[in-house]
């Protein structure tokens, strides 16, 4: 529990915290969902096979510019394909290839983390997503459910930070409720960490 | 002249960057210190996103639009520089989680910012300018507000989980529902 509680909360902050305002309904969270996990594989089969044999200085920084220009293509080359994506793709798509989670633990093996980190990250995405579509537009998956919005903030990006708080908090409730036993731990707070050290 | 002050202040408050674009919120939320100290931080990190914001307009600027496919990647390399800025300063150095170094954080707001300045097609480039210096204020002002939210939250006596990240999210739910003057209601 307190691993994937942790997991969950990783996956929030390094990815969907960034991502979650681009993406208004279920069908843009598919689209970014599944963009990034592919330049996430990408990455990773690249800095396990090619990176490993050239002795690249800098290696994030090159690992972040081949990520970007993946993105940078697929941003082009996409809306020619299939011109119904135009409409669900903004710069926060760009951002895809700037995304921490991307290069979350790049350098080792494919199958530790990547795959649930993938999972869970798409399952979050598509919940805040419908969740926002619904509460915000009043649809799912482009069919109207009601015929006014049930509360409009959800569409905008204060309503996306409030729900994807709520949900965290609710998460953070349930995990300290059942596993009162366990820490929370703090982790992301760097700065924290270094107050408990400093006098 | 009260255009441009029209324009600069549309962009510290309504296109916050922080709370309303959502670029630099991971950072300031991991990243601000004391408030103490969140005032040199702040300007040290704020540096960095000014050099590669004004740098990647005034190339962008420059550039014809037929080249307008490599602006993300000049853009990177802007914000690469402007990462050189922030490690020179000592701001943010080391690893955050899992083998990812903490200055990618700021590598969101960066790019972020060149790219939307790249989609406000309606301003010019003397707009434009004032724009990412509007931006770049309401980063700095932001980065300094949660500092003491932050410092508040962990100095009251409360309950764990008020304590959490959520809860800074939750803020800066409404300070961007604040900002755009509840246009939703």
């Known amino acids: ?199 | 002249m009260s255009e441009i002050g029209d324009i600069f202040w549309n962009y510290v408050l309504r296109n916050n960057m922080v709370f309303i674009l959502s670029f630099g919120l991971l950072l300031v939320i991991v990243e601000t210190p004391r408030l103490n100290e969140s005032y040199v931080k702040g300007l040290k990190i704020t540096a960095g996103i000014a050099v590669s914001s004004l740098t990647g307009l005034f190339i962008a600027a420059n550039i014809s639009s037929e080249f307008a496919f490599v602006l993300p990647g000049i853009y990177f390399i802007t914000s690469l520089v402007g990462i050189y800025v922030i490690n020179k300063s000592g701001a943010l150095r080391g690893q955050w989680i899992e083998g990812i170094p903490r200055n990618i954080m700021v590598l969101v707001p960066q790019l972020g910012l060149q790219l939307f300045m790249q989609e406000q097609t309606v301003l010019n480039y003397l707009e434009k300018f004032f724009a990412v210096l509007g931006s770049i204020f309401g980063f700095y002002l932001v980065f300094i507000i949660m500092a003491a939210v932050k410092e508040q939250l962990e100095l009251n006596e409360t309950e764990k989980i008020f304590k959490s990240e959520y809860i800074l999210l939750i803020v800066s739910g409404f300070f961007a529902a604040i900002l755009v003057g509840f246009n939703f209601m």
């Open chain 1, 1 to 199: 529990m307190g691993k994937d509680y942790k997991r969950i909360k990783k996956i929030i902050l390094s990815g969907l915290l960034i991502l979650i305002i681009g993406t208004n309904d279920v069908i843009s969270a598919l689209i970014f969902s599944g963009t990034l996990i592919f330049i996430s594989l990408i990455i990773r089969i690249f800095s396990l096979t090619v990176l490993k044999k050239l002795r690249v200085l800098s290696q994030d920084y090159f690992l972040w510019g081949i990520g970007l220009a993946l993105v940078s293509f697929l941003y082009i080359v996409l809306p020619g394909i299939f011109p119904k994506i135009d409409s669900y793709i903004n710069i926060y798509y760009l951002l895809i290839g700037v995304t921490p989670i991307v290069y979350l633990n790049s350098g080792e093996n494919i199958r530790s983390d990547f795959i649930k980190n993938s999972m869970l990250f798409l399952l979050l995405m598509i919940f805040i997503s419908l969740l926002r579509e619904i509460l915000g537009y009043g649809n799912i998956l482009g069919y109207s459910l009601f015929d006014r919005p049930l509360l409009e903030i959800s569409g905008r990006p204060a309503g996306a930070l409030l729900i994807l708080g709520i949900c965290g908090m609710t998460l953070e409730f349930l995990y300290q409720r059942f596993n009162m036993s366990q820490k929370s731990g703090n982790k992301f707070f760097k700065n924290e960490n270094e107050r408990e050290v400093s006098p």
